[in-house]
């Protein structure tokens, strides 16, 4: 886990040769990241939701969400609520292959 918040000693990370401060964007493609405050959109399905966050890495294996969604009983084609939301983050980060 690595803080987006610089250090007092202003020096920053490197990850993959990358400065943290200057690709961060590139860096949490790669690696992986979990917000700390994981949104609702509401107006989602668990899906809809899962498809559109697994675009942004260049998609999901749909194959390995459905049997994750099983495991975890969860029902996918439900609206994103509260009570989905960890399901949801738990999916979405075994589902991501870091490098």
Do not use: N, W
Request: glycine share 10%.
């Amino acid at each position: 886990m690595i803080p987006s918040r610089r250090l007092s000693s202003q020096r920053g990370a490197t990850v993959f040769g990358m400065e943290s401060s200057t690709s961060s964007v590139e860096i949490h493609r790669r690696v992986g990241y979990l917000p700390g405050e994981f949104v609702p959109y509401e107006h989602l399905t668990g899906r809809e939701y899962l498809d559109f966050f697994g675009a942004l890495r260049g998609g999901v294996d749909r194959e390995l969400v459905d049997a994750l969604a099983d495991r975890l009983q969860s029902d996918l084609s439900a609206k994103v609520r509260v009570h989905l939301l960890s399901d949801l983050a738990t999916i979405d980060q075994i589902c991501h292959r870091g490098e």
